[in-house]
């Protein structure tokens, strides 16, 4: 738990850092052997240059953080998204979202739902053919 903990909280330090700088707390919980690959997915995973822009990484990153739920992920991540340029209401909105999606997975999970049945209907909501 401490290395989810820490991996997910490092959102508040700037992308531009390198594998040198990795963050002290990071150093205090981690056992040493996975601390730098720890670091270094990290900064793989958040770069901004990536197929998405860091405002939208740290907007989904905030979501499943008021999921899991993370105390420490929710602070770092809306730092993080709010440097990026996120809104309020982008932080807002992107919070229903999660919770939308936490809902009706638990009413379609709790009732037991057909799963293939499912897949139909999203399917002709969206027009793909199957």
Same mark, same amino acid.
């Given at each position: ?41 990290? &900064?793989?995973?958040? *770069?901004?240059?990536?197929?998405? /822009?860091? =405002?939208?990484?740290?907007?989904? $990153?905030? +979501? @499943? ?41 638990? &009413?379609?999970?709790? *009732?037991?739902?057909?799963?293939? /049945?499912? =897949?139909?209907?999203?399917?002709? $909501?969206? +027009? @793909?053919?199957?």
């Amino acid at each position: 738990m401490k290395i989810l903990l820490t991996t997910v909280a490092l959102s508040i330090l700037p992308i531009a850092a390198s594998a040198q700088d990795m963050p002290k707390f990071m150093k205090d919980v981690a056992p040493d052997a996975s601390a730098a690959p720890a670091w270094q997915e990290y &900064m793989a995973v958040m *770069n901004p240059n990536g197929a998405l /822009d860091d =405002k939208t990484k740290q907007l989904i $990153a905030l +979501g @499943v953080a008021a999921q899991i739920p993370c105390q420490y992920c929710i602070y770092a991540h809306t730092l993080a998204a709010k440097h990026a340029g996120a809104t309020d209401a982008q932080i807002k909105e992107a919070i229903a979202s999660a919770a939308l999606v936490r809902e009706w997975s638990t &009413m379609l999970n709790g *009732n037991m739902s057909d799963f293939a /049945d499912f =897949k139909k209907q999203v399917n002709a $909501a969206y +027009g @793909v053919s199957q």
